[in-house]
């Protein structure tokens, strides 16, 4: 299956699990990769015929601004879910966030999770 992806996403947001993570505005990284059949776009060179990664982008940014989140994987699962809810033609995304310099984490350059989520095969557009 084909993939588009997006690499290095900044996405601010109010994340952690303690009460001063969360008082400020943090910046995560995030890679995003949803495999979708991208050979329709391939031949038509046509936006209207492919996933548009300014859409995912876009959802990315609004799921991570739209609360405070305890955990990167609840941002994760959230993100995924959103994606595969918003658009038929995705069959399966990955979701990668990183928190780079985690606090009380001296030494570690960032913290992370990686989810990959799957649309039922019968509900595949």
């Known amino acids: 299956m084909d993939r588009i992806f997006l690499e290095g996403l900044l996405l601010p947001v109010r994340i952690g699990v303690t009460p001063s993570e969360r008082e400020m505005l943090q910046t995560l990284e995030a890679d995003i990769a ?3 059949d991208l050979e329709k776009a391939g031949l038509s060179d046509n936006l209207a015929d492919t996933q548009d990664y300014a859409d ?4 990315a940014i609004e799921v991570a601004a739209a609360r405070t989140w305890s955990l990167l ?10 994606l ?4 038929p ?10 928190k780079p310099r985690p606090p009380f984490m001296s030494g570690v350059g960032a913290a992370g999770v990686k989810i990959v989520r799957r649309r039922p095969p019968y509900l595949q557009a």
């Open 34 to 36: 949803v495999t979708v």
């Open 56 to 59: 995912i982008r876009r959802l």
């Open 73 to 82: 994987e609840g941002l994760a699962e959230r993100i995924a879910a959103e």
């Open 89 to 98: 033609g995705i069959a399966s995304v990955s979701v990668t966030l990183r």
């Open 84 to 87: 595969l809810a918003l658009f």
